[in-house]
């Protein structure tokens, strides 16, 4: 018998991203990582993507609608492209940031 947790047997969690600021953000994140590690998908990105663009809201899809393929294929990436857009009142240096994905710095 697995011990593996079915995504069936957990409910989704309530949260959501509209878009308002990066604590919203962060919390976002955290979430949807913490549900991926509850139901057994925490080594998949590509099912806390699918999982993640669902829970969109508001400003947040609006935004999530215009970014590059690339981007809304890559958990990673689009975590770090979250960040960007709704950063902290402390913004990350430029060495911070992981030039792999394709992200503009400025």
């Known amino acids: 018998m697995s011990n593996q ?4 047997e957990v409910a989704p969690p309530s949260v959501t991203l509209q878009g308002t600021d990066g604590s919203e953000c962060e919390a976002f994140v955290v979430a949807i990582q913490e549900n991926a590690f509850t ?5 998949d990105p590509h099912w806390m ?14 935004w999530y609608a215009t ?17 960007e857009q709704y950063p902290h009142d402390e913004q990350p240096d430029a ?8 992200m503009v710095t400025v």
């Open 5 to 8: 947790i079915l995504a069936s």
């Open 39 to 43: 139901t057994g998908q925490d080594d």
């Open 49 to 62: 993507m699918r999982f993640g663009r669902t829970r969109l809201r508001g400003k947040a899809l609006r």
């Open 67 to 83: 970014l590059e393929k690339s981007v809304k294929g890559d958990w990673d990436c689009f975590v770090q492209a979250l960040f």
């Open 95 to 102: 060495a911070d940031i992981d030039p792999t994905c394709g």
